[in-house]
């Protein structure tokens, strides 16, 4: 099962709003990502969490929070966003690290879509 | 230059024939390979992994260059439904940041 899973699919949200994204995997996998997609862009990178550890920030701006309860979750905390925040926000998980041995593929969730008004 | 390069297209091409992309990349010590392919306001879906031996998989055949830093994707008998972007994805040994290309868009026509 490659499976991951996010809610809300779609949210709309004022710029003085607070909401959460919400992420799982049931893969076993330690290492977990969000990225941020605007349209006809490939995926940015966000944050990657691994063994549930914070391990990069992109420079996102704090009115992003990361947030990983164990390692199966992954959320995404929201307050005073801007309307060009709007965008298809994506999670993703991988087994590891790359090594010479073994591809660690990138299993993306759904996305949830999100308008800032 | 940039870390991932790939034609953005798009390729429109009839159905039934045989397409194929390009992406080159620049950093030597990538070691992972991935082709995604990403369908309108949908998420990227891992297509294939790149060997270096070169793989395939039905109608889909990746294959690397290492020498000249690229990789390929070959599609023969092309379907209306292989009508998507595609994104060639590249990853240094030992991190975690995949690096991705812009994305190939690709239009199967009837």
């Known amino acids: 099962d490659t499976e991951v899973t996010q809610t809300p699919k779609h949210l709309v949200m004022g710029m003085t709003n607070k909401k959460s994204l919400k992420c799982e995997q049931h893969m076993g996998h330690r290492a977990m990502y969000w990225y941020k997609q605007k349209a006809k862009k490939p995926p940015e990178l966000m944050f990657v969490?691994?063994?549930?550890?914070?391990?990069i920030n992109e420079s996102v701006p704090s009115r992003f929070s990361p947030e990983c309860p164990n390692s199966s979750l992954l959320n995404l905390h929201l307050h005073a966003l801007q309307p060009e925040d709007s965008a298809l926000y994506l999670c993703?998980?991988?087994?590891?690290?790359?090594?010479?041995?073994?591809?660690?593929?990138?299993?993306f969730g759904p996305g949830t879509r999100l308008t800032v008004t | 230059r940039k870390e991932v390069e790939q034609d953005p297209g798009p390729f429109n091409v009839p159905e039934g024939a045989t397409v194929a992309f390009n992406c080159t990349y620049s950093n030597s010590a990538s070691q992972s390979f991935f082709w995604y392919r990403q369908d309108c306001r949908k998420e990227p879906k891992l297509l294939m992994s790149v060997y270096s031996s070169g793989n395939e998989d039905g109608r889909f055949t990746a294959q690397l260059n290492r020498a000249s830093q690229y990789i390929s994707l070959l599609i023969r008998d092309s379907k209306l439904s292989d009508s998507a972007t595609y994104l060639c994805v590249v990853a240094p040994v030992g991190d975690d940041k995949i690096i991705f290309g812009k994305g190939t868009r690709l239009h199967i026509l009837p």
């Open positions: 993703a998980s991988s087994q590891g690290p790359q090594d010479r041995s073994s591809p660690y593929e990138q299993y």
């Open positions: 969490y691994s063994y549930e550890k914070l391990s």
